[in-house]
């Protein structure tokens, strides 16, 4: 069992360069509606681009295109394919064995978990670490089914039903830019991950 980070990576733009030049594909659609285009400079797509989303304008900002490759559970995986104007490419439980990675089935570390350090545990509530180790215990459990079900010569498809929302899985996404904001207006939202009050 391995305990991962969620992570991402841009594939698209691969470089600064390229994220400019989606910036001032934007500015340059924009800029059609109000007949404007002979007012681009090198860097009027800046101030150009502020003002569209200030006044509410976002329709252009549809002409930025971006690919990202991430890493997380499946949780959230479920959670960010509801989103409609978005292309997804994700690994299949279906065909992929999670027990032959080295290591064994990556899990991610959910927000809450904490590792256990014997020198800080004096000052810390004891329920501050049951929970993650309650959590460590139930992927182990789930792990250890997978690979005896697995071993027993079950079907990859069939095996994947003991493993939780924890276990990580990789997607590759594009989409545009607006709906991008969108994503992260409503996924970034205090409502749409719920943090206990001390």
């Keep these: 069992m391995r305990i991962i980070e969620q992570s991402v990576k841009v594939l698209f ?7 400019v030049e989606e910036l001032k594909d934007i500015e340059f659609a924009g800029r059609n509606c109000w007949r404007s285009e002979g007012r681009i400079t090198e860097d009027s797509y800046k101030t ?14 549809e002409f930025g295109f971006i690919k990202l490759s991430m890493i997380t559970s499946r949780d959230v995986m479920a959670e960010l394919t509801r989103h409609r104007l978005v292309s997804f490419a994700i690994e299949s439980q279906r065909y992929v064995n999670e027990s032959k990675d080295d290591g064994g089935i990556k899990f991610i570390k959910p927000q809450f978990y904490k590792e256990f350090d014997p020198f800080y545990s004096y000052i810390l509530k004891d329920s501050d670490y049951e929970a993650s180790r309650k959590w460590e215990d139930a992927m182990e459990l789930a792990e250890s089914a997978y690979n005896q079900m ?3 010569e079950m079907k990859n498809q069939d095996a994947r039903k003991v493993l939780p929302n924890s276990t990580a899985c990789q997607i590759v996404m594009a989409c545009n830019l607006r709906e991008l904001l969108h994503i992260y207006e409503l996924r970034s939202s205090p409502a749409a991950y719920q943090i206990a009050e001390d």
């Design 48 to 61: 150009f681009i502020d003002n569209l989303r200030g006044r509410g304008h976002e329709s252009p900002v």
């Design 150 to 152: 697995i071993d027993m």
């Design 13 to 19: 733009p691969r470089s600064l360069d390229q994220g």
